[in-house]
């Protein structure tokens, strides 16, 4: 079976570094805020176009830090999508708040405008409920349609989180998903388009005081003086060798970006006369965290393709709005059609920088042998 993620062929590429970096960072012995974490913060501003990044323990940490800075908890609702994975609810949910299930666009499958609209009249119409703040997905790697929802979250005054866990480095009409919200939110996870070897996140925001907020919340809420708390706050810190890996990494990933849209233009070429393949949003150009087609007979096409040994995988086989935690909580007017509809057909091909090697082609071959 081929991996469904090459991490072996990237990490012969950045091998020579990478030992360096890290047994630097095991012979200075400063393992919690050492050097290499400033220094990844400086170059992840740079790369994703802000002027504050700071890392924190996972992409998870990465959106409840914005919601405790803000202070939303029992009463506020935040509009999230159901077709994404379960940190985007959960967050706000373990805060006490309450998460309104927004719907996807059909192709692109991020957060419809029209739904989100609809799900913040009815909230304010609601007692006991006020509209605090949206989060926008960037799924599979692509950006949501930040123009449209940045629109409706300043018109309504509510904050607006972009969870790029899956979509650092993604960009729409060349600007990176910050430019419209008030922060975005990165996750390390290893199979994430830009991952360390362990957990990892990473906050990315413009706005000062928000970034102030959330240095003090991701190390307990301290102060200025050692020892000293101004709020409650939580362990969330990157730690160094984490952050070694990372800066290796960084080193070629603008390049890796490059891979990942030449492999997928590889797929969009040898399939889409054969199957739906992935839509990006207009000026949106995506780091393709997955390659999701969409199959009638998803269990028999990836049996076939088992086969053939091409793994596959399902994100997300049940969307978070029916899952047993999550069904007391309020759904978007009309329901969420568009991702109960995809919930049964997408699928997810191998997909990282390195697939011209052959291996797409081979994939290529088996997808259609497979239809
Ligand atoms: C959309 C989305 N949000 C949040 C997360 C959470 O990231 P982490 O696993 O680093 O906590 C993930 C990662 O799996 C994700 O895909």
Known sequence: MMPFIDLATQRERIREQLDATLSKIINEGRYIFGPEVTELETRLAEFGQASHALTCANGTDAISLPLMAWEIGPGDAVFVPSFTFASTAEVVALLGA?????DILPDTYCMDPDSLAASIEWAKG?????????????LFGQPADYPAISTLAR???????????????????DQHPVAWADIATVSFYPAKPLGCYGDGGAVLTNDDELAHLIKSLRNHGEGEARYAYDRIGMNSRLDTLQAGVLLAKLDVFADEINGRNRGAALYRRGLSNAVKTPVVIDGGVSVWAQYTIEVADRDGFRAKLGEAGVPTAVYYPVPIHVQQPYAKYPQAPGGLPATEAAMSRVVSLPMDAYLESGRGAQVVEAVRNAL
């Open 98 to 102: 309450t998460p309104v299930f927004v």
């Open 126 to 138: 609601e007692p006991g409920l006020t509209p605090r703040a949206v989060i926008a997905v960037d």
């Open 155 to 173: 018109s309504n005054g509510l904050k607006l989180i972009a969870d790029s866990a899956q979509g650092f480095g993604c960009t729409l009409n």
